[in-house]
């Protein structure tokens, strides 16, 4: 049973910053890609940022590259999502999932495509103007 366990979420002004944690078991972390998507209400899901199992390769939605940092910590078996300069419309429950590397695709760039093989509940981020 995998588990992915989102913490960090909450309410900031715009302009603010946040960092999003998400633990998960050391098997678990060892062999998937890690990332995060988020769904704002009303919304389709959204790609957010994956980083690879070995933290050498990282992957952004290109409208939250600058803004946005995915890091992972193999020691603590947890991924980061710094969130900068935040906006309103970054409102949304935001999801950490894991994707295995599949035949002819990555882990990381199944995460981008949409797709992940675990999903933990979410946390839910409010930024206020």
């Known amino acids: 049973q995998v588990q992915l366990v989102e913490s960090g979420g909450g309410l900031v002004q715009a302009g603010g910053s946040l960092r999003l944690s998400c633990a998960t078991s050391?098997?678990?972390?060892?062999?998937?890609?890690m990332g995060w998507f988020r769904q704002a209400p009303g919304k389709e899901r959204e790609f957010v940022a994956a980083v690879s199992w070995s933290g050498g390769g990282t992957y952004y939605a290109d409208s939250l590259k600058g803004r946005f940092t995915i890091s992972r910590d193999n020691a603590k078996n947890t991924v980061y999502l710094q969130m900068n300069s935040l906006k309103p419309e970054d409102t949304a429950i935001y999801y950490c999932a894991c994707a295995a590397q599949a035949q002819f695709i990555t882990g990381p760039r199944r995460l981008a495509a949409g797709e992940y093989d675990y999903r933990g509940q979410g946390t839910q981020v409010t930024v206020s103007s």
């Open positions: 050391r098997r678990t972390f060892s062999n998937y890609a």
